[in-house]
């Protein structure tokens, strides 16, 4: 059965940095699309980024406008890990942040929408203090 958890929330001040870690198990082949996503208290779910594997060294990335040279996102596919690497952080990136995975060769786009994923962690908490 496969599972993703998400490490690495934390508190921080802001302009501070945190880094996202993913870690997906129980599959026996890396995911073709990883992302992030956040939900603030009282607002939707939103993308933050992703990550898509269309050959074995290519790769595409995608981000939300609003942390588009902030945030940077990577994977491990040998261990099926994702990371979100965030600086500059903002008191308005405040949210859980989770992770998601799915290994459907349909799963793309720029961004890869939030229907194409099946698999989601519990989330990670980032809170982010002015």
């Known amino acids: 059965q496969v599972q993703l958890v998400e490490s690495g929330g934390g508190s921080v001040q802001a302009g501070g940095s945190l880094r996202l870690s993913c870690a997906a198990s129980g599959y026996t082949r890396a995911p073709r699309c990883m992302g992030w996503f956040r939900q603030a208290p009282g607002k939707e779910r939103e993308g933050v980024a992703a990550?898509?594997?269309?050959?074995?060294?290519?790769?595409?990335?995608s981000y939300a406008d609003s942390v588009k040279a902030r945030f940077t996102i990577s994977r491990d596919n040998a261990k099926g890990t994702a990371f979100l690497q965030m600086n500059g952080l903002k008191p308005e990136d405040t949210a859980t942040y989770y992770c998601?995975?799915?290994?459907?060769?349909?799963?793309?786009?720029?961004?890869?929408?939030?229907?194409?994923?099946?698999?989601w962690g519990q989330g990670t908490q980032v809170t982010v203090s002015s």
């Open positions: 998601a995975a799915e290994w459907s060769e349909l799963c793309g786009g720029a961004p890869v929408p939030e229907g194409d994923y099946n698999y």
């Open positions: 990550i898509v594997t269309l050959s074995t060294r290519n790769l595409r990335t």
